[in-house]
Nanobody
Framework: QVQLVESGGGTVQAGGSLRLSCVAS????????MGWYRQAPGKQRELVAI???????NYADSVKGRFTISGDSAKHTVALQMNSLKPEDAAVYYC??????????WGQGTQVTVSS
């Protein structure tokens, strides 16, 4: 079994920054990619950013230029640096990992609150 544990959420004023981290543990051989999703109240879970094992990144248009994803495939970690936060970025952020066999794992989520 694989466990993903997020940390780094919290409350910040608009324009501020937060850094989220996620560590995977358990029966891990490799991941095709890791990423971050978010879900605001009353909304569907949406992709924020992903990074493949080869280092390719992809971002939601709403966070491009403000968020940066980074990862260490050997250590099975992924981080999300969030700058210039907006109230609309407030959500529960979930770490995600996908294995070569297309098994998908999720963290428990970490709350990000942005005050205006």
């Amino acid at each position: 079994q694989v466990q993903l544990v997020e940390s780094g959420g919290g409350t910040v004023q608009a324009g501020g920054s937060l850094r989220l981290s996620c560590v995977a543990s358990g029966s891990i051989f490799s991941f095709n990619g890791m990423g971050w999703y978010r879900q605001a109240p009353g909304k569907q879970r949406e992709l924020v950013a992903i990074i493949t094992s080869g280092g390719t990144t992809n971002y939601a248009d709403s966070v491009k230029g403000r968020f940066t994803i980074s990862g260490d495939s050997a250590k099975h970690t992924v981080a999300l640096q969030m700058n210039s936060l907006k109230p609309e970025d407030a959500a529960v952020y979930y770490c995600n990992a996908v294995t070569p066999l297309r098994n998908v794992y999720w963290g428990q989520g970490t709350q990000v609150t942005v005050s205006s």
